[in-house]
């Protein structure tokens, strides 16, 4: 996420052939996104949510606003069945006990086993070396999108958070990875895009960035393409968010019309407004 | 809940002096519901919440608008304290984990020894076979109230979800019955309500079917008969949210121009909105 | 916090000399309160909170609209290090699991250990015997600053909550007391100041008093003088909540403005609008 109306490309110098090329790449990422819009409000997907007691409630709320229907048990003998049950899972290490970890493991076997995608948000790992070590060990689990931030991406990874790192560190933990910030990076082993939506409100705003990657587990559950899935996510969040904007008066309106604005989302405004590079 | 505007009777065809008998019971039941919430802010009582934590945050909220006084502990060695000091108790089963089931069982046996009502809310009994059979040892503890929707409904008493199958139902749990959705049906062995106030964006607020129930259990600690407290307690949260999604734009506004709503309402607001056949 | 425009003050009668001379103490503290405002938007203090699960969203909202950056962990091997690399911590004992007491004693810990300023809020003491026995241990493991309500300031310190008592606590326990109410009293060993910006929704909003004490943490990490960091963290929320009352309809609205005004709040705005004595 970036500022609104500051957009930050982050490929170099290009002649205009290429540009012209990417113009094209950029209108039909934005029209998958739409249709992954269209797709979501018609499947309305189970998303199991392993997050931390901070983000629950706006993480749900967020996902019931797209479309999308959320479950958050943690106890071992029934997340199995939840995530069993369930289009797509999300990972979220924030306030990490013994409960959550057991229950992490059984629920990314119950994915592996079911087929269905889950997403990795490796919260603070930058904070505590247990959490390092456990983030690491989720990552060797094959996530399918990992979300985090530059300070995450650091540990993980042993490299600088720099869009160049990104294709390689995505090819080798084969998942699509998206680097959040000013401008949102997603990459996967050979393809890349910088996406500038969004409003420097949502850096105030505890959960935003959980509930985000819950909405990139809610449209990896009806768009095959991870890579597409998890940009149609955050330009979704994005656009909704300058949407909401407009009609705030600080992060705590933000947080809350941002709701109303992704529940009305519709395909014309991601097609209007989505800036995609 | 029900759509605003949307008035949709359970009952078959009736003719007109049955149709006159039941105008007066409901003008009856609705001025009883409008006592109920004079006495609630007159009493303040005492709440205790055992819920999942996707919902405390906005149970807390929905209790206090009201006027009520919540707590939220689960520590066994204080449970017990907390309830016998309490007015009534909520029970709902979501985020089910050990900590959660130790206390359940200690608060409804406080609960039940000092006299007190309290209202089942079991959550998702429809999603993991644990969670059901559960559901069901909690049902066989006498809930003064069952509150629950369609599929809840079904797992648990193993009927469809009809109108016509609640009152069996309530009579052989010796509890009144809620089922809730577009309608809500509240049952006792020998009554029965429809209540067709409510806003469809509730369906999007996680969290407002286990308010519901909680404001339930507030209703129920100030009117003893427990079937004219949950129909109170159910045309309160409905009518607050008519008035609140007049000035709202979507789920995200709804929900906290709801705690407003609620906090301003008066007996005046019910008996022009209330819908109760 | 009282009632907006409600001027409460605690000292009895006083001639005109000392009249004035409280003035002018109040100007000063008034002008150290919007230096510490200042300082915590530039520094950004890390805030580490072992807080309720009620209140664990609200807390980090309300922190990262003032400027600070919450954590919340509460895992007996990762605590310890965001502790240690926090700028202070809050102690909150509500929804109090096992756990959470066994953070406490390692954050606490930590805190002691790195020299940081840690903030007791000692929840519902008045409602066990148990809690009591805790929150009764914890004060003498000496908390910067103690905030509590009148009730639970009877049960630690065994007197009725009256302004004279405060100072006696305070010397006993070495802390600074923060007795929060209609108007907040602040008091040390030697001196004290009653604050009476407020709102009385506040009072119909969960987790306001502890979210509270969350932000009298961050003042602390900014002001090595925790009674002036106290006044400043209570006066700047109360007068957001004046400004956000403005705008508000409710307990609801109230809540979410309050976080765009306290984001937005400014030293000019603590100029005119504390009421401190």
Redesign the interface.
Known sequence: MTRAGDDAPIHGRADAGEAISREAISRDTVARAADALDALRAKRPRVHCIT???????T??LL??AGAV??????P??IA??VA?ADALVVNI??????RRTAIGIAIDAATEAGIPWVLDPV?VD?????ATFGKALLAMRPTVLRLNPAEFAVLSGLPAEADHLPGFARENQAVVALTGETDLVADAARRAALANGHR?M?????MGCAGAALVAAFAAVDEDPWHATIAALVALGVAAERAAV???????L???????L??LDRKDLLEQAKVS
């Open positions: 931390n007691t901070v983000a629950q409630t706006y749900a709320n019931l606003a959320p479950s958050m048990t943690i106890a003998d029934e069945a939840f049950g924030g306030t990490l006990d013994e409960p603070f904070r505590s070396p247990g959490r409100w850096a105030r705003i505890t959960a009609v705030s008066s600080g992060p705590g309106t947080a809350v019309r941002l709701l109303d604005t529940f009305d």
